[in-house]
Structures are given as structure tokens and as C-alpha cells.
């Protein structure tokens, strides 16, 4: 089964909404199996939604559009659903009630052009919202679906994941299963030429590289009649992978770099600081996301003055004087003095140049020293990256994680 | 001109990405009064990327591409917008020296495939990228123009803003010119009905209102001849409008938060220093953002632990054990302590629970408090945050600084 993904709404074309249901949907279809070639975006315009769904069922059998069922004279989604499968709008009286209910609750006075709401398409099945007032429509004639879903992400989400999943699933003859192996500190094209001969030679499962802000990942898809058959297919491709990669895999599935530090540190049972001076808290901030962190995690500083390197964790002003601020000698007293100061096991510290300014020759926008000590063991690792201030805090603060994960692997 | 974008990548098609450079894009032909009426995503396919690019052009003059200009072989928009203008592809020496001195700097082995992006379709204009490895491109013919972008938003985004923008504004008779207010305290609707007069009656300039994140924003566009006569057009509802919401409006233009408050506290020579629990870091971070924030930010401490924050900050186990971890008292005594320890002007603290566990009846999740000390003043603040434990993270980062903001110009 083909699919197209069609937002209606002026409001995503001027880029006042970000179109997120697009994503939501796009990974339910892919999980269920179901092609989506296309999506598009269309304004509350009669004609260009009318072009728009006409051209879509010419190369999909399955639409799902999202918006435009609301109560106002601009949402033309229902009425052109309806037009393209001849049917005509009757009122839903389980609708109409449900729509009155909904005000009555929230204390607000229901409008005449609230009714237009309860209109539906004849044969067709209305999805009751439980969320918001607008009812979805499922439409299945000549071996074409049309399902309207409402805009808002609060109402489409539990809507689709309720009734619309189940309906679809029930179509599919065979089951898709993905694992993702997420990779770090090699490039998306270095990653693609280490897999290169897999890739080619693989067509189910089949092996897709792309790369998403500093990491490179590659994901495997297979195709087969149930799950655990899919997954048996993916174990042998994944198992060459990590011949490949071994350690630079860091996790599989949706999940990030600060996630697995976390549960490291928390596995290992190792407390641990950070002292943070170019990276400014973003790495005790990107740890602090993982809500069982407290065990682990004592503290941090930000230490980003001289004299708070000196004051919070005891670097000597001597080093500060010969080395400077960034310097492998000051990373490193930083990093041994969180460990010390909050009596972890750990101390993990960055110093660096962010720019734009405060760059010189010896020590240019880029450079960053990340410490680190872990039970007294302390290394240094110097980095150069590129890109604005944003950029390279990011990947500092990625650096940094990555570098703690692979010295706790050792 | 008539518009078209189209975001290239089976990753979106997949729902791995979302797709936030249509909504940049969007916004940005909005403010140049450039008219989008469709948007569509297409996989790296190369007859349906070709469909998909013809078809546009048959109802479009300006198409802008994103993605599809990456180093695998997967990568064809170039290919594509060559074959539709019968241009062939040839080796741009400047963009391939570019590359290599971008592996050089970055330290990484340039392989083959990367070469492969330094070819540019013939009698293009070639768009350098100071952010990656793929030049854009723009090419101009038979009145129409197609502008392909790389994928990655770092790359898009200045790329877009620094060569296509004033590229396109040159071809617009008219001259849109927009001023963006910021509002933050203020929820969307509340807003929304203290101009409602305004945004009915106005049509050029018009207000259009919306919300990002945790604030509200009021974007007033005129159409005009000229950039001095729009601006003129636009005064009188500034003022009108800064009349209702006075403080509350913190800013104009692409800025945030942050960056406000870092230029203020820059202006008033203050000196701070943040104690973090539940935000961990994320209020010094957010602060650090700003390359000029050395002169006052001292340091911050993420105090995660009980321990911890008595240790760092001074706070008194009395007050842990009788008030607990989250309780004005503590907000204040950390904050206090944050100024006293790292002899800064000012103390900004935060003490709550993010969740999702941890939450009682007493202190729910989303409880958090404030604590804040100006020169030896001290006051303390309490919010109740809705949502997951990011969105609860953000909004108390957010408020923090927003408050801190208030005080500071009263």
C-alpha cells in the first residue's frame, strides 16, 4: 500500500506552524509498513486542496490528511474528501452531542458554525474526538482510503494511534521492523565506505546511512511476515556492523548520547562532576535530562571566570598563568578538581575557544581540551572544531560524553 | 512570484527528521512578500524527485530545494535541477578547495564521494557553504529560478539569510518589511484578545499573532515601496501596541531570552553567578550562548545533590531537612549563597521537580521556585509548570530569566 501525508493549512505554508503531525505520521506508516512517496503541504484554498487530493489518489491508494475540519468557512477538508468519492455531508447526531458535551464542559458557548463539525461524509466511519471538537472521517470506496484527521497534535496523535493504527494494520500482509545503530566519531561518508559493500549487496534487510547533528547513523529494515521472522533477518547484518564499528556503535533505537552516559555511569555505579567553562552547564544540563541521574550525578560548576576555576575547583593560578585558561594543564586540574571538591568519581571537564572572538594563532576558535579523571586515572583529549559558537559547543558537549563512554568501556 | 519548497530526503519521508526548514523557508518568503501555495517532501528517488520538481515548475516559478546534496550516491538534487535546465554538471576548483580545506581543518580523511560535491551544474551561481561540505547552488532560467540548499538546518539557514534573501528581495517590486515584538508572561489567546481590535482593523500593516515555546509573538508586516516607508507604516502600531503590554514585551526580532537578559546585565555591569537543581545547568548554558557574557557571568553551580548544594552553596541542612530540597527557603539560600560564594552581584537559583517521578501532593511535578538576589535583595517565586519533564526544564529556564529580567529593570 502507497501513501501521501497531506497538512492543509495556510498557517504551515507561512511558516507560522511547524508541520510536527507530518513526522508523527510519517513513522507510524513506516512501522506499519506502509510506503509514504510523498508529502505535501496546501493551503485552505478549495481549488489547490481539490488539485492537491486528486493528484495524490492518482500514484496512492491511501491518503491521510491532516487539518481544515474545523468550524470556519476556510476548513474545506471534509466537504472535498466528500467530493472526491461522491458522497454527500449528513449530520452525525453522536457527533453533534459530543460537540455540545465538549462546550458544555469547558464552559464555553457553542457557535452555529460549531454544527458544521458534526457534518460527515454518507458511508463513511467518523472518528469521535475525544480531545477537541472536530471528528476525524475515514473514507474506503473503490480501493482508495481517505482519512481526515484533525490538525492540532493533542487531538491527530491519540486519535491515529486509537483508532486509525488498528484499522490500518489490519490491512498489511507483511510486517517492517527497523533497528537503528546510532555511531560516533566517524563522518556519514567514512561510515558509508566502512558499509559500503553491505549496502549494496543488501536489499532485505536493507541498510541506510544518514548523519543527524554530530552523529552518523545507519538503520536496518526488514521486511518478513512477522516480527520475531524480521528480527532474525536484521541479527547477522547488525552482528557485521558491529565487527565493523565495535565500540563507536554507542545505542541502538531512539535514543541519545547524555541517555547512555546516564545509564553507564548509573550500571558502573560511578559519581560523578562535571566543570564546565566553554560548554557552560550544557553537559551537567544534558545529563540532569535523564530522570534517574540523581543517583550518580553530584554536581557541577560552570566555571567560567579565572577566578571561579580557581575558587570552585582549586586550579592553581600558576597553571592559569603559564598554560592559560585553555590548555590541557588547566582541563585537567578542573577535572581532577570537581572529583575532588564534590567527592565523585568522576570529574569531567571542557575548556575551549566557542568564539566568535577570543581566537589567536596557537590557540584558534575550535580548540577544546575536555578532562577527565575517573578514580583517579585522569587523561586529556584535544579537540578542533568547526563551525559558529552553537556548533561547537554542541559537539564539544557531544565530544565530552562520547569520551567519558569509551574510557568506562575500557 | 509564485512559490514553491520542497524538502528532499527519504529520512523525512520516514519521520527520522522533522522537517523545520520548510517552516524557516516558509517564514522567510512570507517577509518577502513571496506567495508559497505548496510544500512537499519527496524521497531520494530520482524519478519521483523529477516528477516532483517538473510538477512544481509547471504551476511555479521559484522553487527552493532542501537536502539532496550530500556526498552518497543517494544524493540527486543537483543532478535533478541540472537535467531540468539542460545544464550539464562540471567541477567547481573553488568548491572542491573549499572542501578539502574543510576535511584538513576538521582533521578527517576527504574521500572520493566528497569530490562529487564540488560539481555545480553549468551557468549556475554557486553558493558557497561556510557550515559543511555542500555548496548550494541557484540557477536562472527561461524566468524560472531554482534554488537548491543543503539539508542540515546549520548549513540552510545562513546559507539562505546571507545569499539567497538579498538575491530574491532584489526581484520584489514590493518590499515587505516585519517587526517581530516578543511577549513573555503573556499566554497565546490572552494576547490575542488584548489586540484583537487591532488585528481585525489592520490590513496593511497586518498583526499576525502566534506562540513559540513558552513565549508569545506579535509579527506587524507592511507592504510598501520602499524599506523607510514600510518602517513608517509600522511605528504607530509598535507604539500602540507597546502601550498595552509594556515590559511584557522583552524584545524585537530574532533574538530570545537569553540573550536579552545578557545584554542587560552587561548594560546595568552586574555580576551573576546561577545554583541549578532541576534546570542542571540549563540557565548557565543558555547565558554562556552569548559570546559577550565573560564580563558578567561569573559562575554557576548545578547543585543536584543535597550534599551538594551545601557544599557549594552553603545551604543549611536545617533548612534541607525542615522545608526539603524544594521550598522557597532553599531557593533563596541557594541563590543567596551562589552570590555570596562566587562575590557576584547577583544570585539566580532554581529548586523543583521535574519529574515524571518525585511529584506529591504537597509538591506536585512542575512545582518550582525561583530564588533571586540583587545586590543583597532577595525575593523567591513560585511556579507550577504543565507537561513532560523537558517542557517543565525549558519553561522554568525560561522564567528564570524572565524574571531576572523584570527585577532588573525596575
Same mark, same amino acid.
Given at each position: ?31 506499519? =509498513? ?8 496546501? &493551503? ?43 458522497? $454527500? ?24 458554525? *460549531? ?13 469521535? /474526538? ?32 486509537? #483508532? ?8 498489511? $500482509? ?54 520475531? #521472522? ?45 566543570? $564546565? !567553562? ?6 551537567? !544540563? ?5 530522570? &534517574?541521574?540523581? !543517583?550518580?550525578?553530584?554536581? &557541577? ?6 577566578? !571561579? ?33 564534590? *567527592? ?10 566557542? &568564539? ?19 578514580? =583517579? ?10 563551525? /559558529? ?22
Amino acid at each position: 500500500m502507497k501513501a501521501e501525508i497531506i497538512a492543509v493549512g495556510t498557517e504551515i505554508l507561512l511558516g507560522d506552524i511547524l508541520n510536527t503531525n507530518a513526522q508523527y505520521l510519517a513513522l507510524q506508516l513506516a512501522e506499519l =509498513g506502509i510506503d509514504v512517496h510523498y508529502q505535501s503541504v496546501v &493551503g485552505d484554498n478549495p481549488q489547490r486542496l481539490k488539485d492537491t487530493i486528486f493528484h495524490a489518489f492518482s500514484r496512492a491508494s491511501l491518503i491521510i490528511t491532516t487539518g481544515g475540519l474545523g468550524p470556519t468557512e476556510d476548513d474545506l477538508t471534509k466537504e472535498t474528501g466528500a467530493e472526491y468519492f461522491d458522497e $454527500e455531508l449528513v449530520l452525525d447526531e453522536r457527533a453533534l452531542k459530543r460537540i455540545e458535551n465538549y462546550f458544555n464542559k469547558v464552559g464555553r458557548k457553542m457557535t452555529e458554525n *460549531n454544527r458544521k463539525q458534526a457534518f460527515v461524509p454518507k458511508n463513511s466511519t467518523v472518528l469521535y /474526538n475525544d480531545n477537541g471538537t472536530a471528528p476525524g472521517i475515514i473514507i474506503e470506496k473503490n480501493n482508495k482510503i481517505l482519512v481526515m484527521l484533525p490538525g492540532p497534535p493533542k487531538e491527530t496523535v491519540p486519535m491515529f494511534e486509537q #483508532q486509525v493504527k488498528p484499522y490500518l494494520a489490519k490491512k498489511q $500482509e507483511y510486517t517492517f521492523v527497523s533497528r537503528v545503530l546510532r555511531i560516533a566519531g566517524v563522518g556519514e561518508s567514512s561510515m558509508e565506505t566502512i558499509v559500503k559493500d553491505l549496502i549494496d549487496s543488501q536489499t532485505n534487510p536493507s541498510i541506510a546511512p544518514y548523519a543527524k547533528d554530530a552523529e552518523s547513523i545507519l538503520r536496518i529494515t526488514a521486511k518478513a511476515k512477522d516480527k520475531q #521472522q524480521a528480527e532474525q533477518m536484521i541479527e547477522p547484518v547488525a552482528q557485521e556492523i558491529y565487527r565493523r564499528f565495535g565500540n563507536d556503535i554507542y545505542a541502538e533505537g531512539e535514543t541519545n548520547m547524555q541517555t547512555t552516559v546516564a545509564k553507564l555511569l548509573i550500571d558502573k555505579q560511578k559519581t560523578i562532576a562535571t566543570a $564546565e !567553562s566553554c560548554t557552560g552547564g550544557a553537559i551537567a !544540563s544534558a545529563l540532569v535530562e535523564y530522570a &534517574g541521574i540523581s !543517583s550518580t550525578f553530584i554536581d &557541577g560548576c560552570v566555571t567560567y571566570s579565572n577566578a !571561579s576555576k580557581q575558587n570552585r575547583l582549586g586550579v592553581k593560578s600558576e597553571t592559569l598563568q603559564k598554560y592559560g585558561a585553555v590548555s590541557p594543564q588547566t582541563a585537567i586540574e578542573m577535572a581532577e578538581g570537581a572529583a575532588k571538591t564534590a *567527592n565523585a568519581n568522576i570529574g569531567l571537564s571542557t575548556t575551549g575557544v566557542a &568564539g566568535p572572538d577570543g581566537g589567536t594563532e596557537q590557540k584558534p576558535v575550535g580548540l577544546v581540551y575536555i578532562g577527565l579523571t575517573i578514580d =583517579g586515572v585522569t587523561t586529556v583529549k584535544e579537540c578542533h572544531f568547526v563551525g /559558529n559558537r552553537e556548533k561547537i559547543r554542541v559537539r564539544a558537549v557531544y565530544t565530552a560524553l562520547d569520551y567519558l563512554r569509551r574510557e568506562l568501556l575500557k
